[in-house]
């Protein structure tokens, strides 16, 4: 596989349930970023991962806690998630954590809490 | 004030037109611009840097007018595959080795045959 992959592609989960999204990807990049896609909203940006240290956190809620185990792999666990977390959660990765490189997208994980 | 605006859209036009819609941004000291673009249901991909002299690559042409705080797109003799949602991207520099990275919501266009 090439590029940035997300695992689920589509998620349903109840308020109290606790689950998890991964990303990967295969570009040897050295920046993972986590993004939030709300209908007719602009990205918002979660978790910036630089060489896999958290370098930046805007304000998420704790119910939403992100690892980053390799430079390669960025997860986002979920817990106890709100019926307005619904949204497209976007997995990004480039090359550094400089503003002008390019930042190559995942296809996203649709997530649906009931 | 939001750090980057864009008109939603949608543009409806017709195949071969030319369409062109701008992005202002807040913040003066921001220093890097994109276009992006997300067809529907599917993920942002890079459509083009912004350069201060303005830049073209086919059909697309991009803009920087510092002056007046906005970048621009302009797509020439429109194609049905052009029709999607243009996401302007502007970085600023905060501090060493920290930018912060802004999305507008993005502009809606559809091409019609």
């Known amino acids: 596989e090439t590029g940035v992959t997300q695992t689920p592609r589509h998620l349903v989960m109840g308020m109290t349930n606790k689950k998890s999204l991964k990303c990967e990807q295969h570009?040897?990049?050295?920046?993972m970023y986590w993004y939030k896609q709300s209908a007719k909203k602009p990205l918002e940006l979660m978790f910036v991962?630089?060489?896999?240290?958290?370098?930046e956190n805007n304000s998420v809620p704790s119910r939403f806690s992100p690892e980053c185990p390799n430079s390669s792999h960025l997860f986002l666990h979920l817990h106890t998630l709100q019926p307005e977390d619904s949204a497209l959660y976007l997995c990004?990765?480039?090359?550094?954590?400089?503003?002008?490189?390019?930042?190559?997208f995942g296809p996203g994980t649709r997530l649906t809490v009931t | 004030r939001k750090e980057v605006e864009q008109d939603p859209g949608p543009f409806n036009v017709p195949e071969g037109a030319t369409v062109a819609f701008n992005c202002t941004y807040s913040?003066?000291?921001?220093?890097?611009f994109f276009w992006y673009r997300q067809d529907c249901r599917k993920e942002p991909k890079l459509l083009m840097s912004v350069y201060s002299s303005g830049n073209e690559d086919g059909r697309f042409t991009a803009q920087l007018n510092r002056a007046s705080q906005y970048i621009s797109l302009l797509i020439r003799d429109s194609k049905l595959s052009d029709s999607a949602t243009y996401l302007c991207v502007v970085t600023r520099f905060l501090r060493s080795n920290d930018y912060k990275l802004s999305f507008g919501a993005g502009t809606t266009v559809t091409v019609r045959a």
């Open positions: 990004a990765s480039s090359q550094d954590r400089q503003g002008d490189w390019e930042q190559y």
């Open positions: 570009l040897g990049h050295n920046a």
């Open positions: 991962y630089s060489l896999e240290e958290r370098v």
């Open positions: 913040n003066s000291a921001s220093q890097s």
